[in-house]
């Protein structure tokens, strides 16, 4: 013979709810992780955040406009296609001097790539010729 359990009422004080909603508000639980841990209704804990939560307040309207997010997906892909011109003209000038390098290799006999890819001096080199009583 099994025994029939009634569910017992229990009610949160609401200093307990308002450091659910807390950890709720700073990301340390999810409503549902809350749920679970505290054996409360998802409901219920929505209620408190409603109730004691300093951003989300019942009846707060987030509008989104769908000529405005039109709007901004337009500005974003021209934003795109003038960064992706700026790249493409800035890879025909890296082809233009790396060409102009290789026929003044030609012209002059010598690797000039191999012959300046040396590191760029840090400017840290004695200056005994610029100042002679030094």
Do not use: C
């Not at 997010?69 to 790249?87: D, F, G, H, P, W």
């Not at 025909?92 to 010598?110: N, P, R």
């Amino acid at each position: 013979m099994s025994k029939k359990y009634l569910r017992q009422r229990r009610s949160f004080s609401p200093t307990l709810r308002k450091q659910i909603v807390g950890f709720i508000e700073s990301g340390k639980l999810s409503v549902t992780a809350a749920s679970r841990e505290y054996m409360v209704s998802t409901t219920s804990i929505y209620r408190w955040i409603h109730r004691y939560s300093t951003y989300n307040k019942k009846g707060n309207v987030l509008v989104v406009d769908k000529h405005t997010q039109l709007e901004k997906i337009k500005n974003l892909q021209q934003k795109i296609a003038e960064l992706e011109q700026a790249v493409g003209h800035k890879q025909m000038q890296i082809d233009y001097y790396e060409k102009f390098i290789d026929l003044a290799s030609e012209e002059v006999g010598q690797d000039l790539k191999k012959k300046y890819a040396t590191d760029a001096s840090s400017g840290s080199s004695k200056t005994s010729k610029r100042f002679p009583g030094k």
